[in-house]
């Protein structure tokens, strides 16, 4: 069993990596595809010919373009992304610095989104058929169509404009080193509030509609109806029986989740001006800083490939039948 | 009176009536054209059309809305989009509010051959995004030979022969603005209908780009198997592995933004679900006997696909693309309003709300209608590909 497991996981692992190097490859053409010499695009127009000669030979781009290829797969898996012209720093250590706070951010909306998606889905299966349910039922399609920009706005409107409670924008206040350390935290969660509940929402929908149909298929098997018949309370039956069942589908979209939140987080950012990495890749992009545009999206489809290899191992250590058909 | 005009000179004066055909024109006469022979052919081709006894809904009605809308804009309004006047009055009215106009006369010309003729019509049906015989005034005054107006504490002037006149009093007309206007004046509803042809351009646009691509390589995957659908899975886990929207952001970063980008873009970054559908499909109907006889009879790979395979897996494949039109609907108008967009050839619902952004402390109605709009599409592509969906489930 133990050698199927590490089989499975040696296998998996080299799938990711097969992806990771068609992924840098995909990029590689990406920027030999489009218009313009790398040796422009990479440097400011303001170079004289001889500059861009010397360039071009520190470059390598003279090579013929197979050795440039292999040279940036090297530099990648070396971490030398290029060096960020805006920053005058490496790439990686810039977005490394934006990146912390994408990942808090999206974690934190991950986990509102289990919680309410959950709290929600266990509510409404209690009561189900009255009015509660079907509100929530009808407003989780509605949600789910309201794109985040949109959402964002109208919350800012509402929250920030006319009732004066959140702040629209920024990480935090202007008088935010002289404050204690519970302070400071209120400060965060005060200016986080608008951009998680954007984030969220539609998270929420989503996994509240897959929670709602895997409970409710759970609770019409026969061996609930046994459970009940043999005097357990709901409790237990819910704890032990239910649950561990109805998570499953949860898990599959789980892992595609991190690229909904990325993307959502991207927007999310924009709108409340928060330092997160979608906004550096925006602001990189009018900004014309190649190296950076092309490292954001490099380290968001790493995290991705990360993510669905991390949420297979959990899948797999939850459901051993699993094992089997990943190996295949 | 138009199509007329313009047939006529085209009869005689082929070449000025190149010359004078535009877009805007063009949008006209085929507008009024179709205005005239769609409803002709519907009722010509009722029974044909089994679709048109579909129960209604809310859902679809929507769908409609937007469709007529995309055909009929030109009819719909009778402004252009970008229309703008008198910014001091017109900037950032409030939803029904009406503006006072006062009507100057025109230079007079002498209209007498065909085109000149048609020329002025064309002036007058076609809407400019300017016109100088207009002038949007919040107040007027009258003097023996002079009108003094008032423009939100500006205050002009002109003589009164300069304007039409009706029995010694200037012409006034009212402007009514159902939506309000945006920062320069234009009018939200006119803006919202022709943003309507970039949602749908780009929507079938890119959803036809993905459907071939999907198809293709999900039928080229299924048939062969082997290593040309271990390739292909993998590239599928790549597309499906990078978070979209960096990934079209990027492309669209380095290539430049216009429509024709953007339609590409969302084509290529969303033919994984399809390719998924009809690689499945394939793989469980290309052992069935039917397809067995068919390949035996010596049937072409593509006969094969049209024929036999694509009938089969029309529900599924159809469901998938009103799923991914609503994706794609929703990525425009996100990129819109990152203001990676499709361009200034019509106003987008994204790049409305973000002009709207900045006037949210004053003009909630900048981004309250555009963001309706775009929730009711969402919601009701959404709805029809769920109902469809149940329906077959039954």
Same mark, same amino acid.
């Given at each position: 069993?133990?050698?199927?497991?590490?089989?499975?996981?040696?296998?998996?692992?080299?799938?990711?990596?097969?992806?990771?190097?068609?992924?840098?490859?995909?990029?590689?053409?990406?920027?030999?595809?489009?218009?313009?010499?790398?040796?422009?695009?990479?440097?400011?127009?303001?170079?004289?010919?001889?500059?861009?000669?010397?360039?071009?030979?520190?470059?390598?781009?003279?090579?013929?373009?197979?050795? @440039?290829?292999?040279?940036?797969?090297?530099?990648?898996?070396?971490?030398?992304?290029?060096?960020?012209?805006?920053?005058?720093?490496?790439?990686?250590?810039?977005?490394? @610095?934006?990146?912390?706070?994408?990942?808090?951010?999206?974690?934190?909306?991950?986990?509102?989104?289990?919680?309410?998606?959950?709290?929600?889905?266990?509510?409404?299966?209690?009561?189900?058929?009255?009015?509660?349910?079907?509100?929530? !039922?009808?407003?989780?399609?509605?949600?789910?169509?309201?794109?985040?920009?949109?959402?964002?706005?109208?919350?800012?409107?509402?929250?920030?404009? @006319?009732?004066?409670?959140?702040?629209?924008?920024?990480?935090?206040?202007?008088?935010?080193?002289?404050?204690?350390?519970?302070?400071?935290?209120?400060?965060?969660?005060?200016?986080?509030?608008?951009?998680?509940?954007?984030?969220?929402?539609?998270?929420?929908?989503?996994?509240?509609?897959?929670?709602?149909?895997?409970?409710?298929?759970?609770?019409?098997?026969?061996?609930?109806?046994?459970?009940?018949?043999?005097?357990?309370?709901?409790?237990?039956?819910?704890?032990?029986?239910?649950?561990?069942?109805?998570?499953?589908?949860?898990?599959?979209?789980?892992?595609?989740?991190?690229?909904?939140?990325?993307?959502?987080?991207?927007?999310?950012?924009?709108?409340?001006? !928060?330092?997160?990495?979608?906004?550096?890749?925006?602001?990189?992009?009018?900004?014309?800083?190649?190296?950076?545009?092309?490292?954001?999206?490099?380290?968001?489809?790493?995290?991705?490939?990360?993510?669905?290899?991390?949420?297979?191992?959990?899948?797999?250590?939850?459901?051993?039948?699993?094992?089997?058909?990943?190996?295949? | 009176?138009?199509?007329?005009?313009?047939?006529?000179?085209?009869?005689?004066?082929?070449?000025?009536?190149?010359?004078?055909?535009?877009?805007?024109?063009?949008?006209?006469?085929? %507008?009024?054209?179709?205005?005239?022979?769609?409803?002709?052919?519907?009722?010509?081709?009722?029974?044909?059309?089994?679709?048109?006894?579909?129960?209604?809904?809310?859902?679809?009605?929507?769908?409609?809305?937007?469709?007529?809308?995309?055909?009929?804009?030109?009819?719909?309004?009778?402004?252009?989009?970008?229309?703008?006047?008198?910014?001091?009055?017109?900037?950032?009215?409030?939803?029904?509010?009406?503006?006072?106009?006062?009507?100057?006369?025109?230079?007079?010309?002498?209209?007498?051959?065909? %085109? +000149?003729?048609?020329?002025?019509?064309?002036?007058?049906?076609?809407?400019? %995004?300017?016109?100088?015989?207009?002038?949007?005034? +919040?107040?007027?005054?009258?003097?023996?030979?002079?009108?003094?107006?008032?423009?939100?504490?500006?205050?002009?002037?002109?003589?009164?022969?300069?304007?039409?006149?009706?029995?010694?009093?200037?012409?006034?007309?009212?402007?009514?603005?159902?939506?309000?206007?945006?920062?320069?004046?234009?009018?939200?509803?006119?803006?919202?209908?022709?943003?309507?042809?970039?949602?749908?351009?780009?929507?079938?646009?890119?959803?036809?780009?993905? $459907?071939?691509?999907?198809?293709?390589?999900?039928?080229?995957?299924?048939?062969?198997?082997?290593?040309?659908?271990?390739?292909?899975?993998?590239?599928?886990? $790549?597309?499906?592995?990078?978070?979209?929207?960096?990934?079209?952001?990027?492309?669209?970063?380095?290539?430049?933004?216009?429509?024709?980008?953007?339609?590409?873009? $969302?084509?290529?970054?969303?033919?994984?679900?399809?390719?998924?559908?009809?690689?499945?499909?394939?793989?469980?109907?290309?052992?069935?006997?039917?397809?067995?006889?068919?390949?035996?009879?010596?049937?072409?790979?593509?006969?094969?696909?049209?024929?036999?395979?694509?009938?089969?897996?029309?529900?599924?494949?159809?469901?998938?693309?009103?799923?991914?039109?609503?994706?794609?609907?929703?990525?425009?108008?996100?990129?819109?309003?990152?203001?990676?967009?499709?361009?200034?050839?019509?106003?987008?619902?994204?790049?409305?709300?973000?002009?709207?952004?900045?006037?949210?402390?004053?003009?909630?109605?900048?981004?309250?209608?555009?963001?309706?709009?775009?929730?009711?599409?969402?919601?009701?592509?959404?709805?029809?590909?769920?109902?469809?969906?149940?329906?077959?489930?039954?």
């Amino acid at each position: 069993m133990n050698k199927d497991i590490l089989k499975a996981l040696l296998k998996r692992f080299v799938t990711s990596l097969l992806t990771l190097i068609l992924l840098v490859s995909f990029l590689f053409f990406l920027i030999r595809l489009s218009p313009g010499n790398p040796s422009q695009k990479y440097l400011s127009a303001e170079f004289s010919p001889e500059l861009k000669e010397i360039v071009t030979t520190n470059f390598k781009l003279d090579q013929p373009i197979f050795e @440039q290829y292999i040279n940036f797969v090297i530099n990648i898996f070396k971490g030398d992304f290029g060096i960020s012209y805006g920053y005058r720093q490496p790439v990686l250590s810039v977005v490394w @610095q934006f990146l912390s706070f994408t990942l808090v951010f999206a974690a934190l909306s991950f986990l509102t989104q289990i919680i309410s998606a959950f709290y929600l889905a266990l509510r409404t299966i209690r009561g189900k058929g009255k009015s509660f349910d079907t509100v929530v !039922l009808y407003l989780s399609l509605i949600v789910y169509a309201i794109p985040a920009f949109v959402l964002g706005l109208s919350l800012i409107y509402i929250f920030s404009v @006319q009732l004066k409670v959140f702040p629209s924008s920024g990480l935090h206040s202007l008088d935010f080193e002289s404050n204690l350390f519970f302070e400071k935290i209120a400060d965060y969660f005060f200016h986080l509030f608008l951009p998680l509940i954007t984030l969220s929402l539609a998270g929420i929908a989503l996994f509240y509609k897959y929670l709602r149909e895997s409970l409710e298929d759970v609770y019409k098997q026969n061996f609930i109806l046994n459970l009940r018949a043999s005097g357990y309370d709901e409790k237990t039956i819910l704890k032990k029986h239910v649950l561990p069942n109805a998570i499953r589908p949860l898990l599959s979209i789980a892992g595609v989740e991190l690229g909904v939140l990325l993307g959502g987080a991207l927007i999310t950012e924009v709108i409340f001006s !928060l330092p997160g990495m979608g906004r550096l890749m925006m602001d990189s992009i009018f900004a014309r800083d190649y190296p950076l545009v092309v490292g954001c999206a490099l380290i968001a489809g790493l995290l991705m490939i990360a993510s669905n290899f991390l949420a297979d191992i959990i899948k797999m250590k939850i459901d051993k039948r699993l094992i089997k058909g990943l190996m295949s | 009176m138009l199509c007329e005009q313009y047939f006529l000179l085209s009869t005689n004066d082929v070449g000025s009536a190149i010359q004078l055909l535009d877009l805007n024109l063009f949008d006209v006469l085929l %507008s009024i054209t179709l205005f005239i022979f769609l409803p002709v052919t519907l009722f010509l081709f009722r029974k044909k059309f089994n679709w048109l006894s579909m129960t209604i809904n809310f859902s679809s009605m929507t769908i409609l809305f937007l469709l007529l809308a995309f055909i009929f804009a030109p009819i719909i309004t009778d402004e252009n989009p970008e229309f703008q006047k008198d910014l001091s009055v017109t900037k950032l009215l409030a939803p029904f509010s009406s503006i006072t106009v006062l009507h100057l006369k025109g230079k007079e010309k002498s209209n007498t051959s065909l %085109s +000149d003729k048609f020329l002025a019509l064309k002036n007058e049906t076609v809407k400019q %995004s300017y016109n100088e015989n207009i002038i949007f005034v +919040d107040n007027i005054k009258l003097t023996s030979d002079k009108i003094i107006f008032l423009q939100n504490e500006k205050v002009g002037e002109l003589d009164l022969d300069l304007i039409q006149l009706k029995d010694g009093e200037p012409v006034l007309t009212k402007r009514f603005f159902i939506f309000g206007t945006d920062e320069f004046g234009r009018n939200i509803f006119t803006r919202l209908v022709y943003g309507v042809r970039i949602s749908i351009l780009v929507g079938i646009g890119s959803v036809v780009v993905s $459907l071939l691509i999907g198809l293709t390589l999900g039928f080229l995957a299924g048939i062969r198997g082997g290593i040309i659908d271990i390739i292909l899975s993998r590239l599928t886990e $790549l597309f499906l592995a990078f978070p979209i929207i960096y990934l079209i952001i990027l492309i669209i970063a380095m290539f430049g933004n216009s429509l024709l980008t953007v339609i590409i873009v $969302l084509g290529l970054t969303g033919w994984m679900s399809l390719f998924k559908i009809v690689k499945s499909e394939v793989l469980s109907v290309k052992n069935k006997d039917y397809i067995t006889s068919a390949v035996m009879l010596g049937l072409p790979k593509r006969k094969i696909l049209t024929k036999e395979i694509l009938p089969v897996i029309m529900v599924p494949l159809i469901v998938n693309i009103i799923f991914q039109f609503s994706n794609v609907v929703l990525a425009e108008s996100a990129l819109s309003y990152l203001g990676l967009g499709t361009g200034d050839l019509y106003p987008s619902w994204g790049a409305m709300i973000e002009s709207g952004q900045h006037y949210i402390t004053k003009a909630w109605w900048m981004i309250f209608f555009p963001g309706v709009v775009l929730i009711l599409t969402l919601f009701s592509a959404n709805n029809l590909g769920k109902n469809l969906k149940f329906q077959t489930l039954k």
